[in-house]
């Protein structure tokens, strides 16, 4: 299996603040890659595809980067609304594997 | 758009089996580009992919999973269903069924649905 790993597993910021986010991976995914935001009680929502692909509706304050072993999500000035668990998600092969997350508190 | 949504029994007893079912909406389950994925999240812990079926039957399991685990498709009902024998405590989750699309990763999810496993 590939082991994802993620860093830091919380982070403390304020509203506007730049922050991120680094996954590692136990080998090469190449950019198969996703980053999801998930908030208490719902379901993990898609922010970034193929480690920097931009999905439809997400605020251009959210970016990825990296290919490899080594990605990165930025936000580039925290909004109230982005405090939240974020975690990658490698589909390079099966079984696809979560990093553990990281818990982004105000 | 797709949707997708969870439904089965909120609690099941330990040793027993965990049946869930999950209805694609705005979309057909037929999609040859679509393979329909169970991942589970524990209590305040990371989420963990159990498997996926494709809509012709073909399957493919955690390794961690897979001595207990199976996931069907039913085309004509647009359903995919996920069953978990010889349930413990451990599999106390909120389960979520979800969508691997043409870019390979997890892009529809259903709200999720908690199991507890209790006597």
């Known amino acids: 299996d590939i082991q994802m790993t993620q860093s830091p597993s919380s982070l403390s910021a304020s509203v506007g603040d730049r922050v991120t986010i680094t996954c590692r991976a136990s080998q090469g995914i190449g950019n198969d890659l996703a980053w999801y935001q998930q908030k208490p009680g719902k379901a993990p929502k898609r922010l970034i595809y193929a480690a920097s692909s931009l999905q439809s509706g997400v605020p251009s304050r959210f970016s990825g980067s990296g290919s490899g072993t080594e990605f990165s999500l930025t936000i580039s000035s925290l909004q109230p609304e982005d405090f939240a668990t974020y975690s990658c998600l490698q589909h390079k092969s099966y079984p696809l594997t979560f990093a553990q997350g990281t818990k982004l508190e105000i | 758009q797709v949707q997708l949504q969870e439904s089965g029994p909120g609690l099941v007893k330990p040793s027993e089996t965990l049946s869930l079912t999950c209805t694609v909406s705005?979309?057909?389950?037929?999609?040859?580009?679509?393979?329909w994925s169970w991942v589970r999240q524990p209590p305040e812990k990371g989420l963990e992919w159990i498997g996926y079926v494709y809509y012709r039957g073909s399957t493919n399991y955690n390794p961690s999973l897979k001595s207990r685990v199976t996931i069907s498709v039913d085309t004509s009902k647009n359903q995919f269903s996920l069953k978990l024998n010889s349930v413990t405590a451990a599999d106390t989750a909120v389960y979520f069924c979800?969508?691997?699309?043409?870019?390979?990763?997890?892009?529809?999810w259903g709200q999720g649905a908690l199991v507890t496993v209790s006597s």
């Open positions: 979800a969508r691997e699309g043409g870019d390979g990763d997890l892009d529809y």
């Open positions: 705005g979309g057909s389950i037929s999609s040859v580009s679509s393979y």
